[in-house]
């Protein structure tokens, strides 16, 4: 995520502990549900590197992407117990906190977006790194690590594991929410607040009988207030400060379909939007401005690698949220605390990031890429050591 050109020694050692695996136990890597999609991801990530115009560009693309697809085998087979899915989610604390610690010196803070914080504050966070990343960038990488922090606080949830690290489980989970939450309102990201709402609303659904009804009426309360509002809070929403308002946004996902239906099966070649839209479709409404991904994730997935590339996508996601749902149900079932907090949790970074994903695309071909792929893999492990582990449990007694 931090060097670029440290990715081809990413996936030399992801192929090296694959080869170690097979020689250890006969299998290149456990059996995942998520495999059919992964294959074809992989297969269209090739054929992307072969149909590219530019292959010094698609190449780190596809390099990012293999090296995610690589750290979520190594997840899910390192992840095998319960122990280890607990040292798996203390990870992700520590990695919240320090992916937000990161960017008070490693975002380049825009400060005009809105008079709600001092300019003062982001005078006193120079940035102190050569390629410094965009504030939305950063705010929706940490919006997948809010909601499962917010989970575990409401599900008190503790690792199945060490009394010591239990005891200080609960106050790590309670300082990265609150580290995390104060970076994603410096960024004034609003698709980031607007998705971590989403899934506050999801958590409060599911942590109380009633919880449904609550969420119901914040929702009826919001459409109200959106209502007197008219179309300007959609506009205050979706508005951007190098995009610009909604018109031109409409205008970028129109020629972002244009491209899609032009390129459906292969599509242009992961990172280069830019140039394609450049040469084909010039943006009228904001003219001069460099655009570099849709602004859209799934849009920005088919522009990159066609339709079967988003189907394999999606199909990968939609294993993933059925995983934490059965998490959520398992938890329920054997009524463990633990695992319906990490089923749900996991359930809402799910929420966040698809929300997000409506109107930015930060987790598919940029730095922060691989990180969804560490979500992925973390529920994946978590799904196969407590379903299958409740599926004996349950046939025993019978």
């Known amino acids: 995520m931090l060097w670029t050109s440290l990715l081809p020694l990413a996936l030399v050692l992801g192929v090296i502990f694959c080869f170690v695996r097979w020689l250890a136990y006969g299998k290149l890597t456990v059996r995942t549900p998520a ?5 074809l991801l992989l297969i269209v990530a090739v054929l992307s ?10 190449t780190v693309q596809v390099l990012r992407l293999l090296a995610g697809m690589a750290m979520f085998y190594a997840i899910v087979n390192w992840g095998n117990s319960k122990d280890r899915v607990g040292w798996l989610i203390v990870l992700l604390l520590i990695a919240g906190v320090g992916l937000s610690l990161s960017a008070l010196i490693g975002v380049d803070w825009v400060s005009e977006k809105a008079t709600i914080i001092p300019n003062y504050i982001y005078a006193r966070l120079p940035v102190r790194v050569s390629d410094p990343a965009h504030p939305n960038v950063m705010a929706g990488s ?54 971590f709402f989403l899934s506050v ?51 970028l996902w129109s020629r972002a379909i244009s491209v899609v239906q032009l390129f459906p099966f292969t599509g242009v070649g992961m990172g280069l939007f830019k140039e394609i839209i450049g040469y084909l479709m010039p943006l009228i409404a904001v003219e001069g401005v460099e ?89 994946i492990a978590a799904g196969r050591v407590y379903l299958m582990g409740y599926k004996v449990a349950k046939s025993e007694s019978v």
Not at 49 to 58: G, H, M, N, S, V
């Open 142 to 195: 940490l919006v997948l690590f809010a909601p499962l922090f917010l989970a575990l606080i409401l599900f008190s949830s503790k690792p199945p594991f060490g009394k010591i690290i239990q005891s200080g489980f609960y106050v790590l989970s309670i300082i990265s929410l609150i580290i995390v939450l104060s970076v994603i309102v410096l960024t004034l990201s609003r698709g980031a607040i607007l998705a």
């Open 49 to 58: 590197l072969w149909i590219t115009a530019l292959p010094e560009k698609t």
């Open 291 to 379: 655009i570099v991904h849709a602004h859209n994730l799934f849009l920005q997935i088919a522009i990159d690698m066609g339709l079967p590339g988003l189907v394999a996508w999606i199909s990968i996601q939609i294993v993933v949220l059925t995983v934490a749902w059965n998490l959520y149900k398992t938890g329920l079932a054997c009524k463990e605390q633990w695992v319906i907090g990490l089923g749900v949790g996991l359930l809402g970074s799910c929420v966040a990031m698809i929300t997000h994903g409506m109107v930015d695309a930060v987790v598919w071909g940029l730095r922060s890429a691989p990180m969804v792929w560490v979500f992925w893999g973390v529920t």
């Open 35 to 39: 495999d059919w999609g992964n294959v």
């Open 201 to 251: 609303l999801l958590l409060i659904a599911m942590r109380w009988k009633w919880g449904w009804v609550t969420g119901l009426a914040i929702v009826f309360i919001v459409l109200i207030i959106a209502g007197f509002g008219g179309a300007s809070w959609l506009e205050n929403i979706l508005d951007h400060h190098t995009l610009g308002t909604l018109v031109a946004r409409l205008e």
